[in-house]
């Protein structure tokens, strides 16, 4: 077994080594498949030899031998290997951290909006196939040959492995910001395993959105693209760091001592990351009142409400209710729609949640999905109708792929009143 911290350290090298060897080689696709190999090799020999004193330049040594290797048995060989001695023997490994020219790159405009998500996820947020295709709901071997093609369409494309223009930044940020979404989500609710996060995760993500945001700079106000669609400008760029800042802040009072996952409502708030709140709020107040808001800036603001609430008690759900309305007219998210249920039924009581929820039973979406049974099953407790809370709460556990989340919901079915009234003698 690979020790916590080396694992750790090559997650967050992983991205910079790519990088650094497709700005020497270029050969997207076979860099990706020689860092991989790279990384294996280290979760091998370091925790038995120990870390080296420059890891990264271990890794990109190691990554750039075995692409010689793959490139050299390639039907091409002679012309790329002619490529390659005009290449300086062992030139020095660059510094600079390569990993925001990847994230671009993996966004290109020729790769459909669900490959590049995908191929940002592999290259840059350290996903497996197996992790991505579970948060797609496709099989594993759908998702492998939607990553190859990317690769391979990257590849083909001939794009120089460099910070695109201005222009073309525009045109990939949404969908840039959509990965960083998606990477940070995965980090704070992880799909499958046995720990509710992984904070490695959740964390790359929050550096990557604070390089985006510097990147951005000043603009406030949504752009155009070529075709007259809105692009997100720094507001909603900040609105996402604002988002992940807000929601990371609550990471410590998530777990108790033994990894179980403990719902905002019962969290101890003195644990909450004040820093991280304080920064968060400050980011949102300062953009949202610029211009109409966009997805990122509404949830930031949902999340700025949560936790500036002293307690859950004084949580001010009506406002909350109000930025789920504004949501709901931009974004048509069936996740957006559950929770938006969950603060009608705060504000205006359990039966119209509820009537809510039965409504988007039918989005094929999230018809299976454990988060909407979960939110069933909330609802009718608050209800009272604990039969029916016990049935809603083993159906979530039973569709939850993460063991921190089944073994909550299991216990929450377990302090349904119906439990507790089967054992009255």
């Not at 693209?225 to 692009?231: D, P, R, S, T």
């Not at 400008?233 to 990371?248: F, I, Q």
Request: neutral net charge; charged residues 20%.
């Amino acid at each position: 077994m690979i020790d916590d911290r080396v694992e750790g350290l090559l997650r967050e090298l992983a991205p910079q080594v790519l990088g650094a060897v497709v700005r020497r080689f270029g050969h997207f696709d076979t860099a990706e498949d020689a860092v991989q190999e790279a990384l294996l090799a280290a979760a091998a020999q370091w925790p038995r030899d120990g870390v080296p004193d420059n890891p990264r330049g271990w890794l990109i040594t190691v990554t750039s031998r075995r692409l010689t290797d793959l490139l050299r048995s390639e039907q091409a060989r002679q012309r790329r290997e002619e490529q390659w001695v005009a290449q300086p023997a062992g030139p020095s490994v660059p510094e600079a951290d390569d990993t925001l020219i990847l994230l671009f790159m993996c966004c290109h405009p020729a790769l459909s909006p669900a490959s590049q998500i995908a191929l940002t996820l592999r290259a840059v947020g350290g996903l497996t196939t197996a992790e991505i295709a579970r948060a797609f709901l496709v099989p594993e071997a759908t998702m492998t040959r939607r990553i190859t093609r990317a690769k391979q369409t990257i590849k083909d494309s001939g794009v120089p492995f460099r910070m695109p223009a201005q222009a073309e930044r525009a045109e990939r940020l949404g969908a840039v910001l959509h990965v960083l979404y998606l990477i940070f989500n995965e980090g704070y609710a992880s799909t499958a395993g046995p720990s509710l996060q992984r904070t490695e995760l959740s964390a790359e993500a929050i550096r990557l959105a604070r390089m985006v945001h510097r990147l951005v700079g000043g603009g406030g106000a949504p752009q155009r693209g070529a075709g007259g669609e809105m692009l997100p400008g720094d507001g909603e760029v900040a609105g996402l760091l604002a988002l992940m800042l807000l929601t990371d802040a609550r990471r410590p009072a998530r777990t108790g001592p033994n990894g179980e996952l403990i719902p905002m409502a019962e969290q101890d708030r003195s644990r909450w990351n004040a820093a991280a709140i304080a920064e968060g709020v400050a980011l949102i107040s300062e953009v949202l009142p610029r211009g109409t808001p966009g997805p990122y800036q509404l949830q930031a603001a949902i999340a700025a409400v949560h936790d500036e609430a002293p307690t859950a008690e004084a949580t001010d759900w009506p406002q909350i209710l109000a930025l789920y309305e504004l949501l709901m007219r931009i974004s048509d998210n069936p996740v957006v729609a559950l929770n938006r249920a969950v603060a009608v039924a705060m504000v205006r009581g359990a039966p119209a949640g509820l009537a809510l929820l039965d409504k988007l039973a039918a989005d094929q979406r999230i018809a299976r999905d454990h988060r909407l049974y979960a939110g069933r099953a909330h609802l009718l407790e608050m209800a009272g109708d604990g039969v029916a809370a016990y049935q809603a709460y083993l159906a979530a556990a039973q569709r939850a792929t993460n063991l921190a989340q089944q073994r909550y919901l299991h216990a929450r079915a377990e302090r349904a009143p119906v439990i507790q009234r089967y054992r009255q003698p």
